[in-house]
Nanobody, 120 residues
Framework: QVQLAESGGGLVQPGGSLRLSCAAS????????MGWYRRAPGKERELVGT???????NYADAVRGRFTISRDNAKNTVYLQMSSLNTEDTAVYYC??????????????WGRGTQVTVSS
C-alpha cells in the first residue's frame, strides 16, 4: 500500500508565502507524475499543478507565476511553493501521485489534504 502525507498548511496573510510538502511512503517501486489539487469552500476540487518524473511542470492559470511545484525523487516528495497568496487561494490542498508498487501497476493515490487559509 502507498500513503501520501501532506504537511505545511496553515494560516497566512494576503501577500504571504507558504510551502507544502507531500511525502509518499510504502512499498514503492516507481513514482510517476505527482501533483497538487485544491478544494475551496463550496467549490469542486481543481487542479493546481503537476510535475512529471523528469521535472516538467504544468500549472492552472489561476496560480501560474505565483506557485512552483518541485520534487525530490530520492525522498519521494513533492513540494508546492506558494507566493503572493490571496484569499481565493484558501482551500484544502491535496497531494496526488501515480505510483507503481512491488505488486501493483501504476495506480492513483491521494493524500488526506492540508488546510491553507489566507486571511488578515
Amino acid at each position: 500500500q502507498v500513503q501520501l502525507a501532506e504537511s505545511g498548511g496553515g494560516l497566512v496573510q494576503p501577500g504571504g508565502s507558504l510551502r507544502l510538502s507531500c511525502a509518499a511512503s510504502g512499498s514503492i517501486r516507481t513514482i510517476g507524475a505527482m501533483g497538487w489539487y485544491r478544494r475551496a469552500p463550496g467549490k469542486e476540487r481543481e487542479l493546481v499543478g503537476t510535475i512529471g518524473t523528469f521535472g516538467i511542470t504544468n500549472y492552472a492559470d489561476a496560480v501560474r507565476g505565483r506557485f512552483t511545484i518541485s520534487r525530490d525523487n530520492a525522498k519521494n516528495t513533492v513540494y508546492l511553493q506558494m507566493s503572493s497568496l490571496n484569499t481565493e487561494d484558501t482551500a484544502v490542498y491535496y497531494c496526488n501521485a501515480f505510483v507503481a508498487t512491488m505488486t501493483r501497476p501504476f495506480s492513483e493515490y491521494w493524500g488526506r489534504g492540508t488546510q491553507v487559509t489566507v486571511s488578515s
